[in-house]
């Protein structure tokens, strides 16, 4: 069997067989010529040597269908990733109750089938709230960690090929949670989600929950006319003031360590405003700040080092063992390029958050709109499709025996970002062309960018 880890921390537990199952069914939906080659069978029994290569072979085969939008895009190829989590998790499809915070600390209880996907998971909170269905493509659900301090760390936003329910259950902590949250940068979007007023009162509370975490810099005065604001229920008059502050509409990461301006810096990295906004601590203590503008950044690629020999599939993420970098090339000057380094358990976290900030500009540069219409509800039911109905087989995979054979380790490039499992150094001379996320927004920079 072979491990398939996504985002650094075990997505399922899978069977030559099974991916093989899975070629098959691509080759019959798109054709031999869309679909790479898969590794042959093999007659007699494999040597050590030929079970690496085999597991190679999987790993190059399931990061090129990733890759290719058709493929890595379909249903086939996500319900396969998603069956298989919720099989090795060995969680039944039932129905069950699944609570869902909010920015102020409320929680949304929806009832949802284990089985359910990201995107029916998403609209059943939007069922439940009332949220237009044209404004449901403007949040999206993230898995989150209680720090001790109440406030959330983000570990990732939650993609189309696993079950939510499994995702944070399986981690058998209850530090982890599911937050509904805006996924969009351009605050410019704003005026869209106030239009209705639970679009807004999303909005709001996750102002208010920013500034009271410190996210959004505010001043004496400005937190004056805040708290005057609120007092009114002005919510609108406190969005647009928010607008203003340095910060609004950022995401801020835990304290992690960077090589800029050199290595071994401790830094606090923010997202948001199509950049990645660094606050270092020098080894002498001093503090600067700098930013990152994402058109510039040419590249990126997210490394990790994850043990052959795996812990329980419950164990959580972000662990000391899986240390996980994000290194991005970036247009220092006209003619100077350098790679920088974030080692962050949260790396995963910070490219999904450039990708996405690179798929708005290039939306917005076509002219198109992130606005996203749902076929939400068909006659007051939860749509569902044929690949969430109930799992009435048994699950196809064992629980790992501790005595057996430590499974082999296929580390794929699963979202949208670049994952590749890494023994020892994580330099960029080590890691493959097909590692690299290479940034379509960087093909338009101008002499007036620089």
């Not at 009832?111 to 998971?121: A, C, G, N, R, Y």
């Not at 995401?251 to 960077?258: A, H, I, N, Q, S």
């Not at 009435?392 to 380790?409: H, I, T, V």
Request: with cysteine; net charge neutral; charged share 25%.
């Amino acid at each position: 069997a072979y491990n398939i880890h996504v985002n650094g921390v075990l997505h399922c537990r899978v069977r030559y067989s099974q991916l093989l199952g899975l070629h098959e069914q691509l080759r019959k939906e798109y054709g031999t010529n869309v679909v790479p080659a898969f590794p042959p069978k093999k007659i007699f029994t494999l040597t050590p040597a030929e079970v690496e290569q085999r597991r190679e072979q999987l790993e190059k085969y399931m990061q090129a269908v990733r890759q290719d939008p058709t493929l890595g895009g379909s249903e086939t190829f996500n319900s396969f990733l998603r069956k298989a989590q919720q099989e090795t998790q060995q969680i039944p499809t039932e129905e069950v109750v699944l609570e869902v915070l909010l920015s102020n600390g409320q929680k949304v209880k929806v009832t949802i089938l284990t089985s359910d996907q990201t995107e029916d998971v998403l609209e059943a909170v939007a069922s439940k709230l009332d949220l237009p269905d044209d404004l449901v493509g403007y949040f999206s659900l993230f898995l989150v960690r209680e720090t001790k301090d109440g406030a959330f760390s983000f570990v990732r936003k939650l993609q189309e090929f696993e079950l939510p329910y499994v995702s944070v259950t399986s981690l058998h902590n209850p530090e982890f949670q599911i937050i509904l949250r805006k996924s969009y940068w351009d605050s410019a979007y704003d005026d869209d989600v106030m239009e209705h007023h639970v679009g807004l009162n999303l909005l709001y509370a996750q102002t208010v929950s920013d500034i009271e975490h410190g996210w959004i810099l505010v001043n004496k005065e400005q937190h004056r006319q805040l708290k005057s604001l609120q007092e009114k229920v002005s919510k609108k008059e406190f969005i647009r003031l928010a607008q203003t502050l340095k910060y609004y509409g950022y995401l801020k990461f835990d304290p992690c360590v960077t090589d800029f301006p050199e290595k071994g810096c401790h830094v606090v990295v923010s997202a948001g405003n199509n950049e990645l906004n660094f606050q270092v601590r020098l080894p002498n203590e001093q503090i600067k700040e700098g930013s990152f503008k994402v058109t510039r950044m040419r590249c990126w690629r997210v490394t990790s080092s994850v043990p052959m020999s795996n812990g329980p599939s419950g164990s959580s993420p972000g662990k000391s063992e899986v240390k996980l970098e994000l290194a991005f090339e970036y247009l220092m000057s006209k003619d100077r390029l350098q790679w920088v380094t974030i080692t962050s358990p949260q790396a995963i976290m910070l490219s999904i958050c450039l990708q996405s900030m690179v798929d708005e500009l290039m939306v917005k540069k076509s002219g198109g709109s992130i606005r996203k219409m749902f076929r939400r509800r068909v006659n007051g039911a939860l749509r569902r499709s044929d690949s969430q109905q109930a799992v009435k087989s048994p699950p196809l995979l064992d629980s790992p025996d501790a005595s057996r054979e430590p499974m082999a380790k296929l580390s794929s490039k699963l979202t949208s970002v670049s994952l590749r499992g890494i023994s020892h150094s994580s330099s960029a001379n080590d890691v493959g062309a097909n590692d690299f996320h290479g940034n379509y927004a960087f093909e338009g920079i101008g002499d007036e960018d620089l």
